[in-house]
């Protein structure tokens, strides 16, 4: 059974929240697409829907939302995810994973875009004190 770690990003104050997914709530993430929204609750937003931007399996390996399924594949790539070429022109081959959450995927990237009735600090247990 796949367990997550979803970094989720609030756009209006800039704050970002890693949650974790377990058991019944990672099976909701399983077979998406990064872009696709899902709802909140499956990592204690209720009321809030996130759009899934990216992630990482468990090597560190980046998702890219251009490469098709959830499978390894090596890349001819002049940059974007997963690479930062040092001078003009460069290219380089680079083994990136698929578009699409696995079992393999460790980390997911996601940012809310319908907001809920209660604030999201308050929801994940933050103290605004600090």
Known sequence: ??????VVADPEDGATYQLDATEQDANRFIGRELGEEVDGSAVG?????????????????????????????????????????????????????????SEETR????KIVERGSTDVADLVGEDDDE
């Open 45 to 101: 937003l209720d009321g809030y829907s996130l759009e899934l931007t990216g992630g990482s399996d468990t090597a560190g390996r980046p998702m890219r939302g251009d490469v098709r399924g959830a499978d390894l594949t090596e890349i001819l790539t002049a940059g974007g995810t997963g690479y930062n070429p040092d001078r003009e022109g460069e290219r380089r081959r680079v083994t990136v994973r698929g578009r699409e959450v």
């Open 1 to 6: 059974m796949a367990d997550f770690t979803v």
């Open 107 to 110: 980390q997911i990237n996601a």
